[in-house]
């Protein structure tokens, strides 16, 4: 089992300290009752398959700190599947660039517990290829978790694409899928999976800078990816709200939706 | 002379007979016979002896007849005049108002006085009672019944004649068997029949609600249909207006169409905005010359039940316990939840994005906490400052809230952050006015601390606070639950309010337990605080004990019935066990009594108002030990019954009070028919040999010449008990004794 005392913000660096300063205002507006209970994600580590990459997801909450009203707290935890701990961070992401380790049987139960319970499980595929052998071993992983329950392609009118931002095509660094798969449970999908490494147009280098360059629109591409990581966060905690009867009438009259 | 002597008349024809059993006789023989030798041996013979003895034996020869109980009997028969019969209807169709504004029962003691002297008057309707009917109420007509009856009664007897003075509404069968059936067998009548018409032909009209149908129950705002059937005779109008009135207040009016028949239904459609049972009203006007005014009007009692409750989730900021509430609420079906989450606020506007590229809409502050407010039984304010949408008219719009709860009697959440309570400013607010807890915080509003909330003895009992059914477990499933992570503070609890878990170390001003989770009651509504925004701990933590999210639904569960006053969690609660009866049923009237913390109230004084069309009745109960008392009254009077309950302790001091209502929807099937049936009348008459005798005509009851009945007499003289015995004893006695005294013996 691995598990790593919480990390926030890897790396002093000149752009992180920039980037915390900005956001500093936002951590220090408002906080949970009890800080414990503030957003914070949780980072699933296999012993092989998996990358830890705090600096993007340190991001993605810095960046749901400044532009949503949801106070976060920038921490982000290394965690096994089977780790009770897992309990504490609804919000966990899975991220690898190979095959992943099978998941024992306690953690295979964990995770079903975990999803069937109310937490969010967002994988991404990080090699920013066509075909991987991380894709094949999270469809193994699946199917394990979810044997009458197949990752499907999501609509383009779900509630992950109006969860704050409104996007009509997910990208990540790379723009090979535009899709997002996912598990559904009851109205909900629990369990989304992105092949277009999302977490790789977040990542930063120690300097701060961009870690890799996103292609094929680069900067704008960006945008873009930023705008799902946000929505995915959103959609974790507020799930179909987007749907309610009362928020798509109004988009429809607001010319918004079609 | 001699039949005093024998104490009556001994006729001839007669025949003597003993009484007294033989053997006892025999007994008194012997007896007698010993004592004659025993008082003649001793004595020297003589003439006077001679004389003496047989004196003596004739006394004793007297006094063995009387022991042997002779009794003279004569029989014979013999004939007396006929009597007459008169049948009088007694139902209440017989109220049916004539032309002239009168009831037709009216027109019956004119008929009465017509009849011959000494007539013997019977009321008929759904039996026969000896005399002159004094009210026509009679809930059926059975004429048949009442002709077999008299046939019965007056067995063997010649009547001089029957009469019979109805209006023909004949619903016992005797009407469809002589208006129906060629060779159907009538009712033996014991003298020839005279039918009397009460009530007139034609002229008449009548405007009748005949039923009313609701299929039962309703949900609350959802639609439901009323149908009204209506009945209109006599008149050539065609259609009618129908009313219908909830609860005394007008609901709608239509105008029915009638068919050839005179029939017609309206269908009215009724959107319930309340939960209780209520009366529906159904009437037509009460135009001059209607026949039977009272069946212008027929009541229903409809049970408006939630399907759903709807529930209102406003959220300042979205965070886990705000995404664990509403996956709660969206799951649970009996929930309709309409959330809205401020996703961006004025201080998130820099982050360099467009407002094209968000999928945000405007927060309907305004709309939502004026006109949509009221539609909804709950509403959640979650981690929500209010501030930055509505400063300028917070008053007007957190009194709306306020007025929501104290006035409609629905109800009012607020959860822990970082802007509620006071930290949300509320303080001084409408708001202030209906939360459980003291606001007015001065310093730090929020400790961060983790930790072990407490259960209450006053959370031990309350239902909200009930995961487990078993206290001692309750207790237990509390403590074990997972910490929370922190504490909005307040100035403790509100009076009046209830704590039902408190801090266990953090205490107020008032150097007690800082609440955790606290209720109250205001005005009609109810209102609910809990202090802090980690309680989807006991969701989540939970289950990942392997101990599952129950006690987090089980929680809000309880939560959502008791805020919205689920009529089980009153303090005092009454029902019938129907909404609607039949005239004659038993109303059952249960009502259950507890105290604030929910425990039975037993040997609880329980005072009973039931208003209806009758007038007021009072009933009066003690609990048993369950807190309950169940109470009866007969369903007498058709129409809309409202009961009200009132519960007092031991102490006198009054527990609470609860209403509920019933009706009794009874359609008079006796008013179903307001015209006289003459063709049934005058046919009875005519099969049975009768006359027939029209309203208004006048013409004198067949009557039997021959008539009468055989009595058959029979006549007993008890001649052992005749004056002439103790007389004879006496005078042979006295004889016997002076011929001894005469001859000197003493």
Aim: charged share 25%; aromatic share 8%; glycine share 10%.
């Amino acid at each position: 089992m691995l598990r790593s005392p919480p990390r926030v913000g890897a790396g002093l660096t000149r752009r992180t300290l920039l980037t915390s300063a900005l956001a500093l205002p936002f951590a220090l507006r408002a906080g949970a009752v009890g800080p414990a209970s503030e957003v914070d994600i949780a980072e699933i580590q296999l012993s092989r398959g998996t990358i830890s990459r705090p600096e993007a997801w340190t991001r993605l909450l810095f960046e749901l700190l400044q532009s949503t009203s949801v106070e976060a707290e920038p921490r982000v935890v290394q965690l096994a599947p089977d780790d009770p701990a897992l309990f504490r961070h609804p919000f966990a992401v899975l991220a690898g660039n190979d095959a992943l380790t099978p998941l024992t049987e306690a953690a295979s139960q964990q995770l079903v517990r975990y999803l069937s319970y109310g937490g969010f499980l967002f994988i991404d595929d990080t090699t920013g290829e066509r075909q991987s052998d991380f894709d094949t071993s999270v469809r193994a992983m699946v199917r394990k978790l979810f044997p009458t329950r197949a990752l499907t392609t999501l609509p383009t009118d779900h509630s992950v694409y109006r969860a704050f931002f409104l996007i009509s095509e997910p990208v990540g660094r790379v723009a090979l899928h535009r899709t997002l798969e996912g598990v559904a449970q009851g109205s909900m999908h629990p369990l989304l999976y992105s092949r277009d490494d999302l977490s790789g147009a977040l990542d930063r280098r120690a300097d701060g800078s961009d870690a890799l360059p996103c292609t094929p629109n680069g900067e704008l591409q960006r945008r873009e990816a930023v705008k799902l990581a946000i929505n995915l966060l959103m959609y974790g905690l507020t799930s179909n709200y987007k749907q309610d009867q009362a928020h798509v009438e109004q988009l429809i009259r607001e010319g918004r939706l079609e | 002379m001699m039949d005093w002597l024998l104490g009556g008349c001994c006729g001839p024809g007669g025949r003597l007979v003993f009484t007294t059993e033989p053997w006892i006789i025999g007994v008194a023989t012997l007896g007698v016979l010993v004592a004659l030798i025993l008082a003649a041996i001793p004595r020297p013979r003589g003439r006077a002896r001679i004389a003496e003895v047989a004196f003596l034996t004739a006394a004793a020869g007297v006094l063995l007849g009387a022991v042997a109980g002779p009794v003279w009997i004569q029989e014979g028969d013999r004939v007396e005049a006929g009597r007459y019969v008169a049948l009088v209807d007694a139902s209440r169709s017989m109220q049916v108002l004539e032309g002239d504004g009168t009831p037709r029962s009216d027109q019956v003691a004119a008929r009465l006085a017509a009849l011959p002297p000494g007539t013997e008057v019977f009321a008929f309707g759904d039996g026969l009672r000896p005399g002159v009917p004094i009210t026509y109420d009679a809930g059926d007509t059975d004429l048949g019944g009442a002709l077999a009856a008299v046939a019965q009664r007056y067995a063997g007897e010649k009547l001089e004649g029957v009469a019979v003075l109805s209006d023909g509404i004949d619903r016992g069968g005797l009407r469809r068997r002589v208006l129906g059936e060629a060779d159907a067998v009538l009712p033996r009548l014991n003298g020839p029949l005279t039918v009397y018409q009460i009530g007139e032909d034609g002229g008449r009209t009548d405007v009748s609600v005949t039923d009313v149908r609701a299929g039962g129950f309703a949900f609350l705002r959802a639609p439901f249909a009323i149908e009204v059937d209506v009945r209109a005779v006599g008149t050539s109008a065609r259609s009618v207006p129908v009313t219908l009135t909830r609860d005394g207040q007008p609901v709608g009016q239509k105008t029915v169409a009638l068919d050839a028949e005179g029939r017609g239904t309206a269908r009215f459609e009724v959107t319930p905005e309340a939960v209780g049972r209520f009366i529906y009203e159904a009437a037509t006007p009460v135009t001059a010359g209607d026949a039977v005014p009272a069946n212008n009007a027929l009541s229903l009692a409809v049970r408006v039940v939630r399907d759903r409750v709807r529930v209102l989730q406003v959220c300042g900021s979205p965070s886990f316990d705000q995404k664990f509430l509403r996956l709660f609420l969206k799951e649970d079906p009996a929930v309709d939840l309409v959330s809205f989450f401020i996703l961006r606020t004025d201080r998130d506007m820099g982050a360099g994005w467009d407002s094209s590229e968000l999928s945000l809409i405007q927060f309907p502050y305004e709309k939502l906490f004026s006109s949509e407010l009221w539609s909804f039984d709950l509403v959640i304010f979650q981690n929500f400052d209010y501030r930055p949408y509505f400063d300028n008219n917070a008053n007007e719009l957190l009194g709306n809230i306020a007025r929501y709860v104290k006035e409609n009697g629905k109800a009012f959440v607020m959860m822990g952050g970082d802007r509620s309570f006071d930290l949300g400013a509320y303080a001084g607010t409408p708001i202030a006015d209906i939360l459980p807890v003291q606001l007015g915080v001065s310093g730090e509003a929020i400790d961060p601390g983790a930790f072990a909330p407490r259960l209450t003895e006053g959370g031990a009992r309350h239902p909200i606070t009930q995961l487990v059914g078993e206290p001692t477990e309750n207790t237990r499933a509390w403590a074990g639950l997972s910490q929370l992570d922190g504490l909005n503070l307040s100035r403790g609890a509100s009076q009046g309010a209830a704590v039902l878990l408190e801090h266990p170390t953090l205490k107020g001003p008032d150097d007690k337990p800082l609440p955790v989770l606290a209720v109250g009651e205001y005005g009609a509504g109810r209102s609910m605080a809990l202090l802090g925004d980690s309680s989807w701990r006991w969701s989540f933590a939970e289950a990942g004990e392997g101990r599952g999210n129950q006690a987090y639904l089980r929680f809000w569960k309880n939560a959502a019935r008791w805020l919205i006053g689920d009529p089980e969690d009153q303090p005092v609660v009454v029902e019938a066990n129907r909404d609607n009866y039949q005239i004659g049923e038993e109303v059952r009237i249960t009502t259950k009594v507890r105290n604030v913390s929910f425990a039975p109230v037993a040997e609880a004084k329980v005072d009973i108002t039931v208003d209806g069309p009758g007038g007021r009745e009072k009933l009066e109960g003690r609990t048993g030990a369950d807190g309950s008392v169940a109470l009866t009254l007969p369903a007498s009077d058709r129409g809309a019954h409202r009961v009200k309950v009132v519960a007092h302790g031991a102490s006198g001091a009054t527990v609470g009070e609860a209403q509920t209502a019933f009706a009794v929807t009874t359609r008079d099937p006796e008013l179903e028919e307001v015209e006289p049936d003459s063709a049934f009348l005058r046919t009875l008459a005519a099969r049975t040999g009768g006359q027939y005798v029209a309203a208004g005509e006048r013409a004198a009851p067949l009557r039997d010449p021959d008539a009468g009945r055989r009595v058959r007499d029979r006549a007993e003289t008890r001649l052992y008990a005749a004056p002439l015995v103790p007389l004879l004893f006496g005078l042979f006695l006295s004889i016997s004794w002076w011929i001894r005294r005469r001859a000197g013996y003493r």
